[in-house]
């Protein structure tokens, strides 16, 4: 038996499997020279599963478990509404049975894959309607999606999520697949979903990541002669213009797509030699179209290339430093240290997740994209980020707390608490609705 594995980082893992006995079975991939050898064993333990994933480099006998489970790792989508410094619950989106697999939000439209393994619908919630559902089955087939490409676009002034589903894997180089466009209302045609619109990519929105323990992976992107481009299975559509400080060198090995909106493009750059200094740090420039002039700059940024998002004419970032001595990130005492059926274990996550690589200081920074304003809130905590920035307020989250500043001139000013509870470690969007 065969199997094969896809991620939103567009990592690609071809596996063999064995059942060495009825209630185990074992994943183990091909072992390459030189690089490291992937094993995952799933094991029945009455009615819990439990499951580790394991790797070796070559040359090496014993395997390395470098993450471990067990139970239910499917999590519901909730819409709250803030009530007397509380959560109050409006409506459960996708149930904690399903699971959600993946969210995308622009403007006013939240869209929701689920359920987590097998995703056959996308459920919609509208910000200005919170409390009305609107489901979409749009994978009857049961394909499998393919994260990495996952997206939003707005044609016409409608935003459609696009879902590229794997039709055919077996040729490792070159998989096929379709392309189901989801509309978030209903379109003349009278159909919500339309087959392989590629070109619609050319009209990208994202707001790029959210913060938290679990990281989201930017678009990934080619520089293609003179264009920034998507290549998504057999199909590739130019997205924009290469910026003229790429065209000639030949250090940039690719590129990642960090925010889209219809004025700007943010893209980032990956190079064959980044740049590490004896702090440990990492600094680069952002390349960014502004399309109403189109004139494409460069912003500076510090850390290692950190979480972006965007936000009108702010860009959002969630500060990173390199952290080889894998030290503890401030504020791990604070987190959630306990797991639920709706609730993870924020604590584990950043335990077995980010500081195996990466420091987060608790350093936020919003730098504005026409004015070249930049601040920044320090919150001591590494589980922070900010959740809306607008023309003079900004609202962010530090733990299970969110708070609201005003914007004045280049600092922030008069914050306030506007919500505490349990459940805001997994609050990523916040938005107004009447």
């Given at each position: ?218 678009l990934i992107c080619t520089l293609d002669g003179d264009h920034v481009a998507m290549s998504i299975f057999d199909q590739h559509i130019i997205v924009d213009n290469v910026p003229a400080a790429l065209r000639d060198t030949q250090r940039a090995t ?181």
């Open positions: 038996m065969k199997a094969i594995y896809f991620d939103n980082e567009g990592h690609v893992i071809h596996y063999d499997v064995s059942a060495p006995n009825p209630t185990t079975a074992i994943f183990l991939s091909e072992a390459p020279h030189p690089g490291p050898q992937f094993r995952l064993v799933y094991e029945l333990k009455g009615s819990i599963m439990s499951g580790q994933f394991q790797m070796r480099m070559s040359g090496q006998n014993e395997w390395k478990s470098y993450l471990e489970w067990s139970g239910a790792n499917s999590y519901p989508v909730s819409v709250y509404e803030i009530s007397g410094y509380k959560l109050k619950l409006v409506r459960e989106v996708v149930s904690q049975a399903d699971g959600v697999r993946m969210i995308q939000a622009w403007d006013d439209v939240i869209f929701a894959i689920h359920p987590h393994i097998t995703s056959t619908a996308v459920s919609i919630v509208h910000t200005n309607k919170p409390e009305m559902v609107d489901d979409v089955v749009f994978n009857p087939q049961e394909l499998i999606p393919f994260d990495a490409a996952v997206s939003v676009v707005v044609v016409q002034g409608v935003p459609f999520e696009l879902v590229p589903l794997i039709v055919d894997a077996h040729d490792r180089a070159h998989s096929t697949g379709s392309l189901a466009s989801i509309s978030e209302r209903p379109i003349e045609t009278g159909s919500r979903i339309q087959a392989d619109k590629w070109k619609q990519y050319s009209q990208l929105r994202t707001e790029g990541e959210i913060g938290g323990p679990e990281r989201m992976a930017s690719g590129c990642f797509i960090e925010g889209a909106s219809d004025r700007f493009l943010v893209l980032g750059v990956a190079y064959l030699d980044i740049p590490l200094s004896v702090t440990g740090t990492f600094s680069e420039d952002l390349f960014v179209h502004d399309q109403s002039r189109n004139l494409w700059n460069q912003t500076h940024i510090e850390g290692m290339p950190p979480d972006y998002r965007l936000f009108g004419s702010w860009l959002a970032q969630t500060i990173e430093q390199a952290n080889p001595q894998h030290q503890i990130g401030p504020g791990r005492e604070n987190e959630r240290n306990l797991r639920t059926d709706r609730l993870p274990d924020v604590q584990a996550l950043y335990t077995w997740g980010i500081d195996r690589r990466l420091l987060r200081p608790g350093i936020l920074v919003l730098q504005n994209l026409d004015d070249a304003r930049k601040l920044r809130i320090e919150t001591g905590q590494e589980d922070s980020e900010i959740l809306w920035a607008g023309a003079d307020s900004v609202v962010y989250r530090v733990n299970d707390t969110i708070y609201q500043a005003k914007i004045v001139g280049d600092k922030f000013d008069s914050p306030v608490q506007l919500v505490k509870d349990d459940d805001v470690p997994e609050v990523h969007w916040i938005f107004w609705a009447e």
